[in-house]
């Protein structure tokens, strides 16, 4: 098959091309869209994340203190077991 000319002999663009265009043209859109649509939802994602650093956190700080609170029962049963019955 023959190449056909993307213009006609006044110059102007196939209706097929001006299709073409305007399907690239939405796909490009599409993409765009759905970057603005992420970067929109990102200051979510990140306050999200932030909460869940914070409640880890305090998660940590409470193990530590149960910790400590079982070290010192431990001592103090250790101490009790020490001293002589009498």
Do not use: C
């Not at 690239?24 to 939802?41: A, P, S, W």
């Amino acid at each position: 098959m023959a190449k056909m000319d993307t213009k006609t002999n006044t110059g102007e663009i196939s209706v097929e091309e001006k299709l073409r265009a305007l399907y690239n043209l939405q796909k490009v859109m599409t993409e765009i869209d759905k970057i603005r649509t992420l970067r929109g939802e990102l200051p979510l994602e990140v306050q999200d994340l932030e909460d869940e650093v914070e409640g880890l956190e305090t998660r940590i700080h409470n193990l530590n203190a149960e910790i400590k609170n079982l070290n010192n029962a431990i001592q103090e049963k250790r101490t009790a077991l020490r001293k002589p019955i009498f």
